[in-house]
């Protein structure tokens, strides 16, 4: 008996194969029953596995025969490919392999650098070139840009600046500004920063507002020249805050313009920290504010003198060197470099001098300073030329000495000059040198603009009067006193001297401050 069957499997993966499986024989007695399984032909295909059983129930023992599947072959096959390494043109290299490549590289840049002389230790995390060739490329247009190596070592980070997305169209912003080309050196010197700045972002931004604190279009590249690191400063920080202050004390706001022209460095300045306490120091000194304003208006650089490290020391000079200390608003009132020069060994060296060729007193030296301090920093030369023209004249040297004390103003005028008056002293108006003595500011006037009118006025009205009536005086003043009966004394033994109120006048645009009466509180 014969009995066909056909089995169909769905999911020949989980079909458990061996290489070899008996047919399976069940035997009786005499009796044999052979089992056949058929499958479609085109099972195989589908499943890839055919197997016999063949049954024996006599001995109850079993054998089946399998026949090799193709999915087992294919199985074989897969497996054995997967252990052969892909040779493909579009295969990507590993993460790893693209890390020690990019160490490499580095490693390569580093050491050109080195045999350079640029050290390359801060440069770690900077995203640099790949390549030696692309860095050369940026060392040889910082060369030519006028950098050296040790430029480079100043600010190593430069090198992180691209010349085409970086370099050129900074450069070329600056250049249309108005910024030299021949002051580009210096520019990167001082601020290399730049650099590294968006011309859109950072850099047109801080040029609009400086050209809204009446900064005139034309000097905004000398501004620039001046004080480069002002690009780098934040719009409503210090730059706002130092200008209200100046303001606030009395510096014009038509002024400001000029005054940040001339001294840019202020728009970098804390107003807690430099500003503020300078001008209180000045003010303790004697020198009222808007004085201090208007000295400010005038030399905005004094702004730059250290407190602590040259103002306080110089005006102890000063006191050590027989300057009152009621004459110190004066004296930096006439000359503010005063309190910013080394100004002992300028003291020293002048006194010695000075005695030397004067004999004059130590404590007369002090006298001299304040009726003109800028005597620190007159020329040798020029004081002993002076000093030998008045003894020339005939005066003695007790005389002259004397004239210096009065009136130290003669050791720096134009000798030229000096003599001109000095003739006509002599032989137009005929006075004795005991005059010249008395008042020796007649160096100081001119002689066509003043002394000549007033000493033909004078000489026909049959005045007799001394040379400091005559001349100690202005041209509406001098009018009056040729009305007077009398000579007054007072008016004939004034000298003439600084005066302070003359900072101080009125101006027509004060009342435009809004930072007058609220800087103090804001700013303390």
């Not at 905004?220 to 719009?235: A, Q, S």
């Not at 041209?475 to 003439?496: C, W």
Request: neutral net charge; proline residues 6%; hydrophobic residues 40%.
């Amino acid at each position: 008996m014969k009995i066909r069957s056909c089995v169909g499997i769905t999911k020949p993966s989980l079909l458990l194969v061996h290489s070899e499986l008996p047919a399976l024989t069940f035997h009786k007695t005499k009796l044999t029953w052979t089992s056949t399984l058929r499958f479609p032909s085109n099972y195989e295909r589908t499943s890839g596995s055919v197997t016999r059983f063949h049954c024996s129930v006599a001995g109850r023992t079993g054998a089946s025969t399998s026949v090799s599947s193709s999915s087992s072959k294919s199985n074989t096959v897969h497996l054995s490919r997967k252990q052969v390494k892909p040779s493909s043109l579009y295969s990507r290299p590993s993460l790893s392999n693209m890390k020690k490549e990019r160490i490499a590289n580095r490693a390569k840049v580093y050491e050109f650098l080195r045999v350079l002389g640029i050290i390359p230790d801060e440069l770690d995390g900077l995203e640099l070139p790949v390549t030696v060739e692309v860095m050369q490329e940026r060392i040889d247009f910082l060369h030519k840009l006028g950098l050296t190596i040790e430029d480079i070592n100043n600010y190593p980070l430069v090198l992180g600046c691209s010349v085409k997305k970086n370099m050129i169209p900074v450069l070329d912003y600056l250049g249309k500004l108005g910024v030299r080309k021949s002051t580009f050196t210096e520019f990167l010197r001082r601020y290399p920063q730049v650099l590294h700045a968006s011309v859109v972002v950072d850099l047109a931004p801080v040029v609009k507002y400086l050209q809204g604190l009446d900064i005139k279009p034309n000097d905004i590249p000398r501004v620039l020249e001046k004080y480069p690191e002002v690009l780098g400063f934040k719009l409503e920080g210090t730059m706002s805050t130092s200008v209200a202050y100046l303001v606030g004390i009395g510096v014009s706001r038509r002024e400001v313009g000029g005054v940040l022209t001339k001294y840019p460095e202020i728009l970098g300045m804390r107003v807690g920290r430099v500003i503020k306490p300078f001008v209180e120091y000045l003010e303790g000194l004697g020198i009222p504010r808007l004085a201090i304003a208007r000295l400010i208006e005038k030399r905005p650089h004094i702004l730059g003198f250290g407190l602590e490290e040259r103002v306080k020391p110089n005006v102890a000079s000063l006191l050590e060197f027989n300057v009152r200390k009621a004459s110190l608003p004066s004296i930096v009132a006439q000359y503010p470099e005063i309190i910013g020069i080394d100004l002992k060994p300028k003291l020293l060296g002048q006194r010695s001098l000075i005695q030397s060729i004067i004999d004059l007193e130590p404590e007369d030296f002090g006298t001299v300073v304040e009726k003109m301090p800028q005597i620190v920093s007159l020329s040798n030369t020029s004081m002993v030329k002076h000093a030998d023209f008045l003894k020339g004249c005939g005066f003695s040297l007790q005389q002259v000495r004397s004239m210096v004390v009065e009136c130290p103003q003669i050791l720096a005028l134009n000798l030229d000059i000096m003599k001109l008056s000095f003739d006509y002293f002599q032989m137009e108006m005929q006075r004795p040198l005991d005059d010249l003595v008395a008042f020796p500011a007649f160096f100081t006037y001119g002689l066509e603009s003043t002394i000549k009118p007033r000493d033909k006025i004078v000489a026909k009205k049959c005045f007799k009067c001394s040379l400091s009536w005559l001349l100690n005086c202005s041209d509406e003043k001098f009018k009056e006193r040729l009305n007077y009966d009398t000579i007054e004394m007072e008016e004939m033994e004034t000298m003439p001297s600084f005066d302070m109120n003359s900072l101080m006048e009125p101006r027509s645009d004060e009342s435009d401050s809004d930072y007058e009466e609220d800087s103090d509180d804001e700013y303390a």
